[in-house]
């Protein structure tokens, strides 16, 4: 199977190409389940744009705001910046650079991350791989005190994307691995995609994602893991 890309093709979204800037809306709803001291399930939601455009014809950029719903309301707010551009190399064809910003309406916990991304052809059209490494700052509250504890460290993901057919549908594989001064996490995402309409302008997609945080240090006796399961329809301007 072959995934070419014609030139009528090179105008549509591709949600599976992380390196390419698009302006778009997303809405996504589901459900987690937690195991910290006891086992919690919520349903969740959340709402994504992103606004996109370029410097030149080889460098493109990206605005982007999330919120994410709990039970209880609104939980994570995220906001992003991001820039890409050719680098004219066979191997490493794009090269992006981001920044992300994330606060937890309640608790008031932040990240906050600086990200370099690569795109890496492959041997085979139809697989295109995406590492991801940034540094990361967290600041979380600890105790019945809410004693703020900051750590530093770096984030590694390794992400992984199939065309399945023709039409665009994809699935994508996610593996993160982030070690911070008090906690260590370990993530897994898998995706599958395709588009809803004929001119691919609209989306649907659905996520599944395990979590494992380990603190230590200040953070040490904190344990949790969860998974996380979403369904989403998302739309391309």
Do not use: C
Not at 147 to 174: H, P, W
């Amino acid at each position: 199977m072959s995934h070419s890309v014609s030139a009528d093709e090179a105008d549509q979204p591709d949600p599976a190409d992380l390196t390419r800037p698009q302006t778009f809306i997303w809405v996504q709803g589901g459900g987690s389940e937690t195991k910290a001291d006891g086992k919690t399930r919520t349903g969740i939601g959340r709402i994504s744009g992103g606004l996109s455009g370029q410097f030149s014809e080889t460098s493109q950029y990206l605005g982007l705001l999330e919120q994410e719903f709990d039970k209880k309301g609104t939980a994570n707010t995220r906001g992003r910046l991001f820039t890409t551009f050719d680098t004219g190399n066979s191997l490493v064809s794009k090269m992006g650079f981001s920044i992300d910003y994330i606060r937890h309406a309640k608790k008031k916990d932040t990240t906050t991350a600086l990200g370099v991304i690569g795109k890496v052809e492959t041997p085979w059209e139809w697989v295109s791989i995406y590492p991801n490494i940034a540094a990361v700052e967290t600041e979380t509250k600890k105790g019945p005190k809410g004693d703020k504890v900051k750590s530093r460290g770096y984030q590694f993901t390794m992400f992984t994307s199939l065309y399945l057919n023709e039409k665009g549908m994809y699935s994508m594989i996610a593996p993160e691995y982030a070690k911070l001064k008090d906690v260590t996490i370990k993530k897994v995402e898998v995706s599958l995609g395709a588009p809803i309409t004929e001119d691919a302008k609209t989306w649907w997609d659905v996520k599944l994602t395990y979590r494992k945080n380990e603190g230590k240090k200040k953070l040490a006796g904190i344990k949790s893991d969860g998974t996380e399961l979403l369904f989403g329809v998302s739309h391309y301007f």
